[in-house]
């Protein structure tokens, strides 16, 4: 059971930014008050409180190739990372959900019915599956202030096949793509 979901975890971090499979953005906000200009450092918030189980080791692992292409990015926007004083601190978080695959039923299926005049028939959502999507959130805080300047999620089905780090940069690059605070 821990092996199944450590393997769902590296799966959504993972599968979330293939690019073969399709992902969205779901959520992206940022402060229009901030002054982008401002901000040159940034560093991570600590994620190692985490205790060690195979769950939390792959997690880790995982989480690790994620910073990894969010600090390349930063590093390509003009930041530099500190872990004095940052001007910006990141937070990632990953969720994964078991989600139900439905179709709407057609009148072409419905049943022959000869009899009493107020049968009725309706168009319902039937489940035809079962798939686990995953959400990778990155909160940038203005550390100062402490105040949320970026809120962005990305969402995607999971796949059960390993990805590579080449293929979590595109996918981190593509995100950052969206990013309020540009440089250069």
């Not at 401002?38 to 190692?48: K, N, P």
């Not at 969010?70 to 003009?78: P, T």
């Not at 940052?86 to 179709?103: F, S, Y």
């Not at 959502?125 to 909160?139: D, R, S």
């Amino acid at each position: 059971m821990k092996n199944q979901l450590g393997i769902s975890i590296v799966c959504l971090l993972l599968g979330l930014l293939t690019s073969c499979s399709s992902y969205r953005i779901t959520r992206n906000q940022s402060d229009n008050t901030a002054t982008w200009s401002d901000y040159r450092t940034y560093a991570f918030l600590d994620t190692t409180r985490l205790s060690d189980s195979p769950r939390t080791i792959t997690y880790r692992t995982a989480m690790e190739q994620l910073k990894q292409a969010v600090a390349a990015e930063f590093r390509n926007l003009g930041y530099q990372p500190t872990k004095d004083n940052p001007d910006l601190l990141v937070n990632l978080g990953a969720v994964v959900q078991e989600r139900t695959q439905t179709r709407t039923t057609t009148i072409q299926e419905a049943p022959r019915y000869i009899g009493q005049r107020r049968y009725h028939w309706q168009s319902q959502e039937v489940p035809v599956g079962t798939y686990e999507e995953g959400t990778v959130n990155l909160h940038v805080v203005d550390a100062q202030k402490n105040a949320l300047v970026w809120d962005v999620a990305l969402s995607s089905v999971l796949n059960r096949q390993g990805l590579s780090s080449e293929q979590i940069n595109k996918a981190v690059a593509k995100l950052f793509e969206k990013f309020p605070g540009q440089q250069k």
